[in-house]
C-alpha cells in the first residue's frame, strides 16, 4: 500500500536550517509528482509548491522562493523539503502529499504524516 | 493566483443534520476541485476530487457538485466521526490553492 512517511519533529533556532523528508513506499516513486503543503498552528492548509520527481524540476509557489528547496534522493524514494535562514513565522506542520491525476484533474490522495518545526530562540 | 473562498467558515450542527458547505473560485476552474476533511492533529484526507468523484472508501453520505466557479460539498446526514474542517482546493492551476476551511462542530 501506499505509504509517505515523513521525518520526526525539529526545533530550531532563528537563522538556523532544517531539512525535512518524505520517504515514499508502496509504488514507483518517479511516477508521481510531490507536493507540499504547510499549516501554521490554527491556521488553514497553504500550498508551498511541487517537484517533478521524474526531472527533479521544483515548482514553488508565491511566498516559498528563496529560503525553500525541494529536491529528491531517488535512490530511497525520499523528496525533501529544506528551509534555510528560518524565521519564527515559520513554525508550523509541513506535510507532503502525492498527486494523482485522474482524466487531467490532479488530486492528493496520499500524505505524509505532517512533521512539526519550531523556530524558537 | 486563483483565489478560493468557503462559506460558512464555521457551523455547528446535530447528528443526523443535512450539511451543505460552499467553495467558490475566482475564476473558473472547470470541475478541478477537490475537498479536504481534516480532524484536529491529523494530515488532510481526500474526500471527493474532480468536483463529484468519490475517493474509495469515503461514506456516500459526502457528495460534491458543481463546475466552473461554484461548488458544494453535502454531508447527507452528519455522523459523531464528521465533525472536522473541511478544505476545498482547486488544481486548475499551480499554485493548487486551498479554501480557508469550514469547521463544523457539535450543536
Known amino acids: 500500500q501506499v505509504q509517505l512517511v515523513q521525518s520526526g519533529s525539529e526545533l530550531k533556532k532563528p537563522g538556523a536550517s532544517v531539512k525535512v523528508s518524505c520517504r515514499a513506499s508502496?509504488?514507483?516513486?518517479?511516477?508521481?509528482?510531490m507536493n507540499w503543503v504547510r499549516q501554521a498552528p490554527g491556521q488553514g492548509l497553504e500550498y508551498m509548491g511541487w517537484?517533478?520527481?521524474?526531472?527533479?524540476?521544483?515548482t514553488y509557489a508565491q511566498g516559498f522562493t528563496g529560503r525553500f528547496v525541494f529536491s529528491l534522493d531517488t535512490s530511497v524514494s525520499t523528496a525533501y523539503l529544506q528551509i534555510d535562514s528560518l524565521e519564527a513565522e515559520d513554525t508550523a506542520v509541513y506535510y507532503c502529499a502525492r498527486s494523482t491525476v485522474v482524466r487531467e484533474v490532479a488530486h492528493f490522495g496520499y500524505w505524509g504524516q505532517g512533521t512539526l518545526v519550531t523556530v524558537s530562540s | 493566483d486563483i483565489q478560493m473562498t468557503q462559506s460558512p467558515s464555521s457551523l455547528s450542527a446535530s447528528v443526523g443534520d443535512r450539511v451543505t458547505i460552499t467553495c467558490r473560485a475566482s475564476q473558473s476552474i472547470s470541475s478541478c476541485l477537490n475537498w479536504y476533511q481534516q480532524k484536529p492533529g491529523k494530515a488532510p484526507k481526500l474526500l471527493i476530487y474532480?468536483?463529484?468523484n468519490f475517493q474509495s472508501g469515503v461514506p456516500s453520505r459526502f457528495s460534491g457538485t458543481g463546475s466552473g466557479t461554484d461548488f458544494t460539498l453535502t454531508i447527507s446526514s452528519l455522523q459523531p466521526e464528521d465533525f472536522a474542517t473541511y478544505y476545498c482546493?482547486?488544481?486548475?492551476?499551480?499554485?493548487?490553492?486551498f479554501g480557508p476551511g469550514t469547521k463544523v462542530d457539535i450543536k
Open positions: 508502496g509504488y514507483i516513486f518517479s511516477t508521481y509528482a
Open positions: 517537484i517533478n520527481t521524474n526531472t527533479g524540476n521544483p
Open positions: 482546493q482547486q488544481t486548475f492551476t499551480s499554485p493548487f490553492t
Open positions: 474532480a468536483a463529484s
